[in-house]
């Protein structure tokens, strides 16, 4: 898979630039009847509606160069190659969520922050944008929440340190580091995952990895409430429709496990919502578009176009 990748990236490099003029006009004709949606989407990820210089001299698409991140930086460079190279821009890669006082691309950026300058672009999309077809029922599943992730945020530790012994759970630690308290547990595959009928995401550094994947299964997501929000539009999830929200000390998780055990068809209608939203990052063609489309207002927010 990530020899592909890079294959692929390769060849848009080579690509002469009349391709990707004919491909952007493609696009925009394909999509003309979606217009009013994609506008939306491109506010949701570009806040920002004043014009305003880039806050220094920013990176010319001519000298941008990979500097590691290598996936971050290929998923931009990708929808660069539709504008001259004169352009300038700010972008920050990694788990990093800082607000800058010029617009900056960010893979991520806090939920409840008020912040015109932080553009949500999709970086870091082969981890993050993982989907997966689930065969298997939700009443099939196992009655457990399962949690498996690297423990080095205290929150975490919170968690397995309360629920690591509780009969309705199966969690484990997958990093070594920190592993004499007892929670090491065997890597588990996402298809064993699937076989639970709760899945835990809980945010690291930023969102939730495995958020876009279990939404996308038929099981039901249980996370506290959400801080951080990506490409994904996680600010735009509603506790008890897409998803189980929780205590952040985790004190009620017990109690909610029990309840959607026993309210089957309401967990069925969360899962179904859960589908929904995930839907609509599905079409590469229109996700490739909006992309487009998110440089192209930052472009015109920063005074280039």
């Known amino acids: 898979m990530k020899l592909l990748y890079y294959a692929k990236h390769l060849v848009l490099n080579l690509q002469p630039k009349w391709l990707y003029n004919r491909r952007y006009l493609l696009l925009e004709r394909t999509f003309a009847q ?3 949606y994609v506008t939306q989407r491109v ?3 570009v806040k920002g509606v004043s014009r305003q210089a880039i806050d220094g001299e920013g990176t010319q698409i001519a ?3 990979r500097k590691g991140f290598t996936s971050y930086f290929f998923d931009l460079q990708e929808f660069l190659h539709y504008f001259p190279k004169s352009k300038r821009f700010k972008y920050y890669f990694g788990d990093e969520t800082h607000k800058e006082k010029s617009l900056t691309l960010f ?5 409840n922050r008020k912040d015109e300058t932080s553009v949500l672009f999709k970086l870091d999309k082969r981890r993050h944008f993982k989907f997966v077809k689930d065969t298997l029922p939700f009443l099939d599943k196992q009655n457990k929440l399962v949690f498996r992730g690297a423990v080095t945020q205290v929150h975490r530790e919170q968690f397995l340190e309360a629920h690591f012994n509780n009969p309705l759970v199966d969690a484990g630690q997958t990093n070594p580091e920190g592993s004499q308290r007892g929670w090491k547990k065997p890597f588990m595959s996402i298809k064993e995952q699937l076989g639970y009928k709760f899945i835990l995401c809980l945010e ?3 969102v939730a990895s495995n958020l876009k994947w279990v939404m996308s299964s038929n099981s039901l997501v249980f996370c506290p409430k959400m801080k951080f929000e990506t490409w994904f539009m996680e600010g735009s999830l509603v506790a008890g429709q897409h998803y189980v929200e929780i205590m952040d000390d985790y004190s009620d998780l017990d109690e909610k496990v029990e309840f959607y055990i026993q309210n089957t068809d309401e967990a ?3 899962i179904q919502n859960a589908h929904d939203h995930v839907s609509a ?3 590469s063609d229109l996700e490739d578009f909006i992309c487009i489309k998110t440089l192209e207002r930052y472009f015109e927010l920063t005074g280039q176009v």
């Open 34 to 36: 979606k217009s009013e």
């Open 281 to 283: 990052f599905l079409n």
């Open 204 to 206: 690291g550094n930023d």
């Open 107 to 111: 893979k991520a950026r806090p939920i």
């Open 63 to 65: 000298n941008y160069r």
């Open 268 to 270: 069925q209608t969360i």
């Open 43 to 45: 506010d949701y990820y």
